[in-house]
């Protein structure tokens, strides 16, 4: 192997470790005195990635309500929304998936 391809190919890796590092820094818990609330979004308004993994940013939701997109809410607040938490989101998300 010559030295531009072993360059090329641990500059890959790098860059590979970086995202797998951001994408877990996305599933991070919430901050302090917040919660991940699914399935109250409305479309282009949730907060980071969904648990189906058709995306990984905020504000790309596509459609209202979806229960595999979440945002931020004050804690307790989430099921006073009609919201899910991630583990209601995943069974929903699990039934989708087996239908």
Same mark, same amino acid.
Request: contains cysteine; positive net charge; proline residues 2%.
């Given at each position: !192997?010559?030295?531009?391809?072993?360059?090329?190919?641990?500059? =890959?890796?790098?860059?590979?470790?970086?995202?797998?590092? !951001?994408? &877990? =820094?996305?599933? !991070?818990?919430?901050?302090?005195? #917040?919660?991940?609330?699914?399935?109250?979004?409305?479309?282009? &308004?949730?907060?980071?990635?969904?648990?189906?993994?058709?995306?990984?940013?905020?504000?790309?939701? &596509?459609?209202?309500?979806?229960?595999?997109?979440? #945002?931020?809410? =004050?804690?307790?607040?989430?099921? #006073?929304?009609?919201?899910?938490?991630?583990?209601?989101?995943?069974?929903?998300?699990?039934?989708?998936?087996?239908?």
């Amino acid at each position: !192997m010559n030295q531009r391809q072993l360059l090329s190919s641990a500059l =890959a890796s790098l860059l590979a470790a970086a995202s797998v590092s !951001m994408a &877990q =820094a996305h599933d !991070m818990d919430a901050p302090k005195g #917040k919660e991940k609330c699914f399935g109250i979004v409305k479309a282009g &308004q949730n907060s980071c990635a969904n648990l189906s993994g058709t995306h990984s940013c905020a504000g790309e939701a &596509q459609t209202d309500n979806s229960p595999v997109e979440w #945002k931020l809410v =004050a804690k307790g607040t989430c099921a #006073k929304l009609g919201g899910l938490t991630i583990e209601q989101a995943k069974a929903a998300l699990a039934k989708a998936g087996s239908k």
